[in-house]
């Protein structure tokens, strides 16, 4: 069963304005991590912005913030004040306690910014 | 610090050629990854290595070995190349096997098998 579902596979934003990416999760584990990461057309992975299933805020970082609904299992990315060099492949990933740790990732989302 | 480093950044091999790839982190972490991109999927888990001396299988081990050498070093072998296994290679760290622990990724190795 899929555990991480992205049902967006590309977007368009145009510059300035914000942008919400959508990420929904499965598990039944009480301790699980949410990560997103940003893959810009270089290749390389970028770690932008982490959730703790226990965390009672949203978390933020800078321009990201990670709106979490924990019981409708979703951690959305949004991103305000879009920019042309936030264009890039994101993903959203998870970690569960009782998982070896190991991070599972969805298949993506691609982000066009306009001018 | 040069972070997470990864050779080669390309490679085309033939059907059942062999060869390694190398991973070398400079973080101090313990733990270390291997992933495969595929269009469409993601990244996927192949091996990992929670600490110096440990590696386990991931989701997609078939056709792979790793050895985790030394605290700085995981690679990954392809022991008998399949066109199945082009794809794009990542190696990771971390610095620990914890929730939270952020990986670090290096830049990848594109390889194509013909």
């Known amino acids: 069963a899929q555990k991480i579902t992205q049902t967006q596979p590309g977007m368009f934003v145009q510059e300035k304005e914000a942008v919400t990416l959508d990420c929904t999760y499965d598990?039944?584990?009480?301790?699980?991590?949410l990560f997103w990461y940003k893959q810009p057309s270089s290749g390389e992975m970028i770690f932008l912005i982490y959730?703790?299933?226990?965390?009672?805020q949203n978390a933020t970082e800078g321009r990201y913030s990670l709106n979490f609904q924990k019981a409708r299992k979703s951690a959305n990315l949004v991103i305000s004040a879009s920019q042309l060099g936030d264009s890039a492949m994101y993903f959203c990933?998870?970690?569960?306690?009782?998982?070896?740790?190991?991070?599972?990732f969805g298949a993506g989302t691609r982000l066009f910014v306009k001018a | 610090n040069a972070g997470v480093t990864q050779t080669p950044k390309f490679q085309v091999l033939k059907t059942g050629q062999s060869m390694t790839l190398q991973c070398a982190q400079d973080m101090n972490h313990n733990s270390m990854y291997w992933y495969r991109q595929d269009p469409g999927m993601g990244l996927r888990l192949i091996y990992y290595s929670a600490s110096e001396g440990t590696t386990d299988k991931g989701e997609v081990p078939n056709g792979y070995n790793v050895s985790r050498l030394n605290k700085r070093e995981f690679s990954l072998r392809l022991e008998s190349a399949a066109p199945s296994q082009t794809s794009v290679y990542f190696c990771?760290?971390?610095?620990?096997?914890?929730?939270?622990?952020?990986?670090?990724f290096g830049p990848g190795t594109r390889l194509t098998v013909t």
């Open positions: 990771a760290s971390s610095l620990n096997q914890g929730l939270y622990a952020e990986q670090y």
């Open positions: 990933a998870m970690r569960e306690g009782s998982g070896g740790f190991k991070t599972i």
């Open positions: 598990t039944s584990d009480p301790s699980y991590g």
């Open positions: 959730q703790g299933s226990y965390d009672q």
